[in-house]
């Protein structure tokens, strides 16, 4: 990206903060408890189509929740990107403040909620995942019908219940201007809804899940600690 569209998407993200693009032991992960990999990235990011092949070449194994996440901070240099959601953006900002970043960058890869990478490098990306294996902490997480039991436990810390509802098929989507102007981009796991299903503190708790707003969305709940903070739970349902 050249120094003068870099100033100007500085410029349009003002309000945000500063955005940049970014060109030990290993736990196995547990499909059970798959590790969660959110990607943020935008249409209008000439980084980000490498970061979008390596979630949508993980997006079919059991032991990992791929999510990706379009941000709204590129969509003034040309092009609206298409999934986009302010929401999205929110999402990237509050891991940045939890973990003391000054600026929020694509494409970038959060694991487990903890772990930050660039989401272009293949290998980077794999080993991250390997590393954080599955989260740990949480309550045990089981679905009957639509009918969310969480389990109990003595030692928790207050965390949230999210719903999250992506789109699990290929969406190839034609970019007719900026810097992706003239590609067909695939995407996977795009994020269609994110639901505060409530608060966790350890007291076992039935919660029952919504309807979706879309047909064909594949669904998780995460539990998260805080915003921005560490994913201590995570199963498919």
């Known amino acids: 990206m050249t120094r003068s569209i870099l100033s100007i998407a500085l410029s349009a993200a003002a309000a945000l903060g500063s955005v940049s693009c970014l060109g030990g032991a290993v736990a196995a992960a ?3 408890q798959p590790t969660v990999v959110e990607l943020f990235q935008s249409q209008g990011c000439s980084s980000c189509p490498p970061a979008n092949a390596n979630l949508n070449a993980i997006a079919d194994r059991p032991d990992v929740i791929a999510l990706s996440f379009a941000v ?55 080993a991250a995942i390997a590393r954080a294996g599955a989260p740990h902490g949480g309550p045990a997480l089981a679905l009957t019908g639509d ?6 436990s003595a030692y928790a810390r207050p965390s949230i219940l999210w719903l999250v509802r992506y789109d ?15 590609r067909t981009l695939p995407h ?31 669904a998780a709940i995460l539990v998260q600690q805080g915003a921005g903070g560490p994913i201590i739970a995570a199963r498919r349902i």
Request: charged fraction near 25%.
């Open 30 to 32: 547990d499909p059970r």
């Open 188 to 218: 996977r796991d795009i994020v269609r809804e994110l639901v505060k299903l409530g608060d966790w503190s350890g007291r076992a708790a039935n919660i029952r899940i919504p309807s979706a707003r879309e047909p064909g969305l594949a």
């Open 168 to 182: 699990p098929r290929v969406r190839n989507v034609p970019i007719r201007a900026g810097e992706n102007e003239g």
């Open 147 to 152: 009918l969310l039991a969480v389990g109990a």
């Open 72 to 126: 709204t901070y590129w969509d003034q240099l040309g092009w609206k990107d298409t999934f986009g959601s302010p929401r999205w953006t929110a999402r990237q900002w509050d891991y940045a403040h939890r973990a003391g970043r000054p600026q929020v960058a694509t494409p970038q890869v959060i694991v487990n909620g903890g772990t930050a990478i660039i989401g272009s490098n293949r290998r980077e990306l794999d």
